[in-house]
T-cell receptor, first 113, second 112 residues
Framework: GESVGLHLPTLSVQEGDNSIINCAYS??????FIWYKQESGKGPQFIID?????DKRQGQRVTVLLNKTVKHLSLQIAATQPGDSAVYFC????????????FGQGTELSVKP | DTEVTQTPKHLVMGMTNKKSLKCEQH?????MYWYKQKAKKPPELMFV???????INESVPSRFSPECPNSSLLNLHLHALQPEDSALYLC???????????FGQGTRLTVV
């Protein structure tokens, strides 16, 4: 079946370095993508989204890149801070899915001081 | 108010109990969702409500019964659950089914 997945389950970075979290998706109809951050004991927190008519979108310290040719999504976090430690999920939706926001497996980001 | 509020935060129930989880938002969102999340796993979609009508049921067992009394409230009624139903239950809402969803903090459910 269709799925959204991540290449790496864990990522450890030094404070101040840039982090890159990757996501592969297989549903070619997906046209809306969201990155969420989930801290321990909390619900997922919206970070940034991107629609398929774009290939890059920037927020505060975060950038999402979308490569539709290879069905790949990435989240870049600049100057990673200890507060960025969390599990990061990509999620995908499609106009023809009527609200089925499907989550990938998640990457646990650990920031070393 | 930009929050999705879920109550209770924690719930322990026996397999013969009936309980309800509650979710509330006052952002004027017209789509509301229930997700189930097991430890170290991504959230799994259970139900989607659009304009107070159930639009998606992801083949969820009938021991889970959703209800949307009005545009701000979403309930999940639980009856005769199994220990494997223990999980974090997340509620979310969005302007429509095709915009970003905002999540509550979840209800940590333990079935004994």
């Amino acid at each position: 079946g269709e799925s959204v997945g991540l290449h790496l389950p864990t990522l450890s970075v030094q404070e101040g370095d840039n982090s890159i979290i990757n996501c592969a998706y297989s549903n070619s109809a997906s046209d809306y993508f969201i990155w969420y951050k989930q801290e321990s004991g909390k619900g997922p927190q919206f970070i940034i989204d991107i629609r398929s008519n774009m290939d890059k979108r920037q927020g505060q310290r975060v950038t999402v890149l979308l490569n539709k040719t290879v069905k790949h999504l990435s989240l870049q976090i600049a100057a990673t801070q200890p507060g960025d430690s969390a599990v990061y999920f990509c999620a995908e939706n499609a106009l023809n899915q009527g609200g089925k926001l499907i989550f990938g497996q998640g990457t646990e980001l650990s920031v070393k001081p | 108010d930009t929050e999705v509020t879920q109550t209770p935060k924690h719930l322990v129930m026996g397999m013969t109990n009936k309980k309800s989880l509650k979710c509330e938002q006052h952002m004027g969102h017209r789509a509301m969702y229930w997700y189930k999340q097991k430890a170290k796993k991504p959230p799994e979609l259970m139900f989607v409500y659009s304009y107070e009508k159930l639009s998606i049921n992801e083949s969820v067992p009938s021991r889970f019964s959703p209800e949307c009394p009005n545009s701000s409230l979403l309930n999940l009624h639980l009856h005769a659950l199994q220990p494997e139903d223990s999980a974090l239950y997340l509620c979310a809402s969005s302007t429509s089914e095709y915009t970003e969803a905002f999540f509550g903090q979840g209800t940590r459910l333990t079935v004994v």
